[in-house]
């Protein structure tokens, strides 16, 4: 069992979940399907639990007829844990489906993509005919040659469901949900409910070239089956004295997204993209021609070249890639298909392993990737404002949009499951109707007391001079919360101050907003490196305090004067300086020796004299790679690059 040990396990057994209620039309197009785990006496592993839905196709006898990857079943999935949302998820056959596409394995088709309906699709068809013939029909013999249109995902999905036969599609609920993903974890003591919201457009769920007939999608069963966990007896002693405990834990999992555009029909265009998270990890832009929604003879599990020139997105005024620096393609194919495997690493293995070739893939699923885990993080900064610019080579003559997906950070607050954590002790996930005591403290002593960090300063205040004044009242009566109130209420620096004993100071410095007096009176309590991390510091701070200050987090941020970089040339991290800053080539020149020209090669924007100049210092590789050239530079620096790696 994942992340336990064996020896402390006495048996798993996998227990069948069924739909809160019966399912009365199993043909029904709209539905939700509800599953509420309430065993919360019972240890158990959801982060190895599985979805299993039974499947098939009505009316089709052999019909050339099939589902589409992953079947797109659902339109909405949603995972709750003590009555609150902790993720949500939109399309979610469509958002697992998009990050699959890049984990290539030589026994691809034997791994559990296959369980989860996932067969690549090979062409933009619905042919199963590996080979054509050439000749006339009376001809004694026909010369065979291969099918061009042949699309192996489709007849492998083809054979499972031809006849109307019943399929079984089986998937991880870490796939489906961000948060088994990284919580691999035994849970207890706590309700958790699973919502699956069905899709109401059977045309999307199916790919045919077969014309004017209506099919069926039928879902005779759905069940949820989750492992329950006994552990041996020295090992479950330990367990229940920690669910006695008051330990608690702080945990970070990476949840899923998907945005979609309207429908632009212009040759370029900026679309906003509203995050909701603090860190956002990845961003994935699919392009695709609207038509492919709700007709079942266009898979709209390919995707379309639009013939973009150039693409970039902006997260609160900084561009992705950095700015002068934006994806170039050539006439006829996206060339970013490359960066997106690299993105998930798995470069070696996609030509000897996967079902269709580089080429192949370029034109399927141009995919455009923007990884901002190397950049400057936005920690702290609420609602990412996030902007996808594109251009166009030629006026679309039908209508196009964006589906963007990614992967945002998220961040648990007290309450958060732990190993075994009865969450139903913990604040965050009681039922307790806190605007009403907030409105009446006096009457609820004791649940405050329990649960001090969760009181609604607002409504206190209405009834005390401040929030502050409040907590000074009960202050050495109660047991508070100080980690909470550290997060949660906005505090003054007086108040900092008069506590500053008590306070979390990690928390203080991440999210409240502090002086430079106050940090300047802090000085040799607070974290310096949590100070840059999360303080807005002006330049004649940072060099008052540049011994204090960590210069490796300085040199990833963004820096307005270059003049502040040569000031302090020998204390910045010139790694970061040439990832992060943009820089001028004159700014380069004057400091070649310090630069990384690795990264120069790779994330400034250098035109063709440039290179030449320092033909001998850049980087060749990252040069024909992210640097737009013309082909009589390649031409003349054929000799520089290596062309077989």
Known sequence: MTKYDENHIENVYYKEHRVDGNVVDPDKSQQMYTFTISDTNDAILYSDGYICIDVKILDNVEDNVTLVNTGNLFTRGTLKIGGHIIEKISKPSLVHFIHSLGNFTKDYESSEATNMFIFKDTADSSAREPFTFVGTHGDDEKMPRMNEKYNKGFDQRYNLTKGSKLTKIVIPLYQWFGFFNDFRKLMTGIEVKFEFMRNELVNNMLYTNVNNKVYKVSIPNITLSLPHVRLNPEVSVKYLAFLESNEDLEIEWVAPILRESDSPGDSSGTIPVKLLADDI????????????????????????????????????????????????????????????????????????????????????????????????????????????????????AKKYRFGISGK????????????????????????????????????????????????????????????????????????????EISEYQTLSVDFIREFQDAVDWKKIIKYQALSKDFIREFQDAVDWKKIIKYQALSKDFIRKFQDKVNWKKISKYPVSSKDFIKKFQDKVDWYWISTCQKLSEDFIREFQDKVNWDWISTCQKLNEDFIREFQDAVDWKKIIKYQALSKDFIREFQDAVDWKK
């Open 408 to 483: 945002e950070m998220k961040k648990g607050p007290r309450g958060s499951p732990g190993i075994g954590f009865m969450m139903k002790k913990i604040g965050f996930f009681n039922e307790i109707d806190w605007e009403k005591i907030s409105e009446n403290p006096e009457s609820y002593e004791d649940p405050i007391r329990e649960f001090q960090g969760n009181v609604y300063c607002e409504k206190i205040s209405e009834n005390f001079e401040s929030c502050e004044d409040y907590l000074r009242d009960r202050i050495n009566h109660v047991e508070v919360g100080w980690k």
């Open 281 to 396: 990890v990845s961003i994935l832009v699919i392009p695709q021609y609207v038509e492919r929604e709700n007709n079942e003879n266009q898979n709209n599990m390919v995707f379309d070249n639009l013939d973009l020139t150039s693409c970039s997105i902006t997260i609160n005024d900084i561009r992705y890639p950095k700015d002068g620096y934006k994806l170039s393609f050539k006439e006829g194919e996206i060339n970013c298909s490359l960066p997106y495997l690299e993105f998930f690493g798995n470069i070696r293995n996609t030509e000897s392993g996967c079902l269709i070739t580089l080429d192949e893939y370029i034109n399927l699923y141009p995919i455009i990737p923007f990884d901002t885990s190397n950049h400057p993080p936005f920690i702290n900064v609420k609602n990412l404002n996030a902007e996808f610019s594109w251009n166009i080579r030629n006026t679309p």
